[in-house]
């Protein structure tokens, strides 16, 4: 099983947070013809969007939404996006169906908390090649017909080919099923119309991100610009207020003396104007974040004076958005405090927030590594399945990633989950 790159003889899994497995250099690998003339032909659009808009500049956010979501070029829209062994990183959802079958237990636990009303929606945003959507389906058509009986799953996904590849998914490995899955954009889904839970997993990362810089003790914001050319970083005033009221929102005092020249970070204004989408389609449930990330305090340390912004090609990591256009993917670590605050003033409650590896292990990711001795399975199977398992939890890779569970309109008891108890030893 390839399970990503090697570097220095040692087998490496690239998860999209980890710095642990930060690759240095090699961050040009070449790029076949066809991926260079489409490269070209988005930074010439790039080009062209900086010509026409004013002062000649673009804010980071403008680049990142046109590298990633551009229709045509884009890194998600255009579907070269590779998750898995053979793309660009993994995520939970790479490691096999424990991932989505467990998220599921918790589902049909939110479906019975709440009186098993029906229908029950389940809202899946940003279901990359549907793989997850898959499991979770699967495992509840076997654990727990009379919930899929009522079920309307849907799937909100920014990316068109990438929705074409999750119905395909479906047409594939859950064929002549009754599932009641739908594809929908936020315009057809009625305000207030959902009873539910609405979920994520990597999802706020790879939203497009403002990239400030303190310079002259002042919060500037990156522009980009083309000279002779090239895409040139620029720097100037902030591009909107929100951006400073952001850090009041989550109660960091930036800038200050403590921040050094030239600390450069990211702000996520999209993650705020998602949470109030869902917000507002949510009639009575619970919203499921998964991501990695920190609070606010920790992101906007003054020792994390570059950020967190993160580009992955091919299974390798580098620091450079610049390149790979339209092949790399760009991600920033999930401000945790924001998304909790800007709920609060939405009417979202948070009901908890874990790490994932608490969160699967609360939910019976250990009776699962003990099954494995049960006999039923050969030595391979136990030995990756066992090695996945304890990928999901491990506090330094996806283990480490945030849960954060909010909710809205629930009574006291229909917010005593059990992937927020703590799991027992074992
Ligand atoms: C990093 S991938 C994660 C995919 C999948 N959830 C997984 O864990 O493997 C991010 C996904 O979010 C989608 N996406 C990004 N922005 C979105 C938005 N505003 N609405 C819906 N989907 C979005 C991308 O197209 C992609 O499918």
Not at 174 to 188: A, G, T, V
């Amino acid at each position: 099983m390839n399970w990503g790159d090697c570097h220095g003889g040692r087998p490496k899994i690239i998860y999209r947070e980890n710095l642990l497995n930060l690759i240095d250099g090699n961050n040009y690998l070449p790029m076949k013809n066809t991926e260079l003339s489409n490269s070209q032909a988005l930074k010439k659009i790039i080009f062209e969007r900086i010509a026409t808009s004013r002062q000649q500049r673009i804010t980071f956010a403008e680049y990142m939404n046109l590298v990633l979501y551009h229709p045509q070029y884009g890194y998600y829209s255009s579907g070269v996006v590779g998750i898995g062994a053979k793309g660009d990183y993994f995520t939970s959802v790479s490691l096999g169906q424990d991932f989505g079958e467990l998220l599921a237990s918790q589902f049909a636990e939110m479906w019975q908390l709440m009186g098993c009303p029906r229908p029950f929606s389940l809202v899946e945003m940003g279901a990359g090649n549907g793989r997850l959507a898959v499991d979770i389906c699967n495992y509840l058509q076997a654990a727990r017909p009379d919930l899929l009986e009522t079920l309307e799953y849907i799937i909100v996904e920014e990316a068109r080919e990438l929705i074409n590849r999750q119905q395909q998914l479906f047409q594939e490995l859950l064929p002549n099923k009754k599932i009641n899955c739908n594809w929908k954009s936020w315009q057809e889904i009625p305000e207030n119309s959902l009873t539910g839970c609405c979920f994520s997993n990597e999802l706020v990362d790879a939203f497009p991100v403002h990239q400030i810089i303190i310079r002259g003790g002042e919060l500037q914001e990156v522009y980009l610009t083309e000279t002779q050319g090239e895409l040139t970083e620029t720097y100037g005033e902030v591009s909107r207020a929100k951006l400073a009221d952001y850090f009041k929102l989550v109660g960091v005092n930036l800038p200050n003396k403590n921040f050094p020249e030239n600390y450069r970070t990211e702000v996520n204004l999209a993650a705020l104007d998602w949470l109030k989408i869902v917000t507002n389609k949510l009639q009575k449930g619970y919203l499921l974040t998964i991501d990695y990330g920190y609070p606010a305090t920790k992101y906007y340390h003054p020792q994390r004076s570059q950020g967190t912004l993160q580009c992955y090609y091919h299974h390798r990591r580098h620091n450079d958005p610049y390149i790979n256009l339209g092949y790399q993917d760009l991600t920033a670590h999930v401000d945790f405090t924001a998304l909790e605050r800007q709920g609060e003033l939405l009417g979202l409650e948070k009901i908890g927030f874990t790490q994932q590896g608490l969160f699967l292990m609360a939910l019976g990711l250990g009776d699962r590594l003990n099954e494995l001795s049960s006999g039923k399975y050969n030595i391979l199977q136990v030995m990756q399945r066992r090695d996945a398992l304890h990928q999901l939890v491990d506090p330094m890779g996806l283990g480490g990633f945030g849960i954060l569970v909010q909710g809205k309109e629930l009574r006291e008891e229909e917010k005593l989950l059990k992937g927020l108890t703590v799991p027992p030893l074992f």
